[in-house]
């Protein structure tokens, strides 16, 4: 007698975040990267120059090993506030591909 067993892996959400400092340096988003780095988020761009409307200037990473978007919110929280600078941020939930197969 056999038995078939079927693991399926879902994998963890992915998040991606876009991050503004109000009158923030270059040095102030290096600061941002490296808290946000300590807890495995992937930076994907450095803001280049300040924004000409509101004064705020993106930074976009993705989040790491994070499995929840209240997890996301609280590490954005912290690493943005260690920057003494006020912060806006967005989350967007990435849509995963779902695999059919079996």
Same mark, same amino acid.
Do not use: W
């Given at each position: 007698? &056999? *038995?078939?067993? %079927? *693991?399926k892996f879902?994998?963890?959400?992915?998040?991606? !975040?876009? !991050?503004?400092? /109000?009158?923030?340096?270059?040095?102030?988003?290096?600061?941002?990267?490296?808290?946000?780095?300590?807890?495995? &988020?992937?930076?994907?761009?450095?803001? =280049?120059q300040r924004?000409?409307? %509101?004064?705020? %200037?993106? &930074?976009?990473?993705?989040?790491?090993? =994070?499995?929840?978007?209240?997890?996301?919110?609280? =590490?954005?929280? /912290?690493?943005?506030?260690? %920057?003494?600078?006020?912060?806006?941020?967005? !989350? !967007?939930?990435?849509?995963?591909?779902?695999?059919?197969?079996?």
């Amino acid at each position: 007698m &056999f *038995i078939l067993l %079927t *693991i399926k892996f879902f994998p963890m959400p992915a998040y991606t !975040i876009s !991050i503004k400092l /109000e009158a923030a340096s270059n040095t102030d988003y290096e600061k941002l990267s490296k808290e946000l780095e300590k807890k495995s &988020f992937q930076s994907l761009k450095m803001p =280049v120059q300040r924004g000409v409307e %509101t004064g705020l %200037t993106p &930074f976009v990473c993705k989040s790491g090993n =994070v499995s929840s978007l209240m997890d996301v919110s609280c =590490v954005v929280s /912290e690493a943005a506030a260690h %920057t003494g600078k006020k912060f806006v941020f967005t !989350i !967007i939930k990435d849509k995963m591909k779902v695999d059919a197969g079996y």
